[in-house]
């Protein structure tokens, strides 16, 4: 079992598999150029789950696939069989800009995802495709209904920002509504990469929308990054507040990036890089890694709120 000083168990790895994504989303990567990492610096699907083997015997439970954007690296399902058919009783899940899950949902499904969260920031055509820069919403769309159709489980995430999308919170949460889904309303993270002048929308301002037309209760806190609310109809919504200090206590995860940088907290900047271990069958070596890595995994992150965060998020999957 992984324990970290501060007696948080360590169980849930989020792994990006590819730091390229076909978005430029506002919040995120906007005026980042279309790169191509050379191959010898990613690890192999086969390297990834070596050091992950090894996490799922220390006691890792959860594994979320990440990117950039995971549907475009190619054969991805071959790598969801590989960890399914070493323990089948993993929380196997995804997030993706939904753009290619139409497409690949049910290899997906078939090869032992169970659980997919797909970024759904707006319900209007030129709006999705102002924060995507590029023509997205029919696409994702069509990817989420193909999800629900093969029976994965859906969470949307939606990133609110003043004056862009802040109008249609509750327009998302009617859709993920009458789609039988959750919904997990995100506040911005500030961060270097993002478009210049753009603004939070706080989980006060958010709950105050939603109040407008809903009366909800909160929920009890749950080793999650998010809070959860019920309406009086049962139905379900989150919201992550990234810079509440809950965020932190209950945090169980780490991360694997796909050139093997394993990081312990997603605004701290140290990391660990375990490529070399494995790529030398060091096992024992990989293991210190991960050890070390867990035993100085922080408090909480060293984001202050009056500052911007560096971390390139598609590189380590946000």
Do not use: P, W
């Given at each position: 079992m992984l324990i970290d000083s501060y007696n948080r168990t360590i169980d849930y790895i989020r792994v990006s598999v590819t730091s390229r994504c076909n978005f430029r989303c506002l919040y995120c990567m906007p005026n980042t150029p279309f790169e191509w990492e050379p191959h010898e610096n990613i690890l192999r699907y086969e390297e990834m789950f070596e050091f992950l083997r090894l996490a799922i015997d220390e006691g890792v439970k959860k594994i979320r696939i990440t990117g950039g954007e995971p549907l475009l690296r190619k054969d991805l399902d071959v790598f969801v069989k590989m960890l399914y058919d070493y323990k089948q009783s993993l929380d196997l899940a995804l997030t993706t800009n939904g753009y290619y899950l139409k497409e690949y949902a049910r290899k997906l499904k078939d090869a032992g995802l169970k659980r997919v969260n797909v970024s759904l920031d707006s319900l209007k055509p030129e709006v999705a495709a102002k924060i995507a820069q590029k023509d997205v919403l029919d696409k994702v769309i069509e990817g989420i209904e193909e999800a629900i159709k093969v029976n994965l489980k859906v969470k949307l995430n939606s990133v609110i920002m003043r004056n862009i999308n802040d109008d249609e919170i509750l327009d998302l949460l009617d859709y993920a509504k009458s789609k039988n889904v959750t919904i997990r309303f995100i506040e911005f993270m500030e961060n270097e990469r993002a478009y210049p002048g753009i603004k939070r929308v706080d989980a006060k301002n958010i709950l105050d929308k939603i109040s407008k037309?809903?009366?909800?209760?909160?929920?009890?806190?749950?080793?999650?990054?998010?809070?959860?609310?019920?309406?009086?109809?049962?139905?379900?919504?989150?919201i992550i507040k990234p810079h509440d200090d809950e965020f932190c206590k209950s945090c169980n995860r780490i991360r694997l990036t796909a050139e093997g940088y394993l990081i312990p907290c997603l605004f701290f900047t140290e990391s660990y890089n375990i490529k070399e271990a494995i790529r030398k069958n060091d096992i024992k070596k990989a293991a210190e890694i991960l050890r070390d890595v867990v035993r100085n995994k922080p408090e909480k992150n060293d984001w202050q709120e009056d500052e911007v965060s560096t971390r390139a998020f598609w590189e380590t999957g946000g």
């Open positions: 037309k809903y009366k909800f209760e909160k929920k009890e806190k749950k080793a999650e990054a998010s809070d959860y609310y019920e309406l009086e109809d049962g139905y379900v919504f989150g």
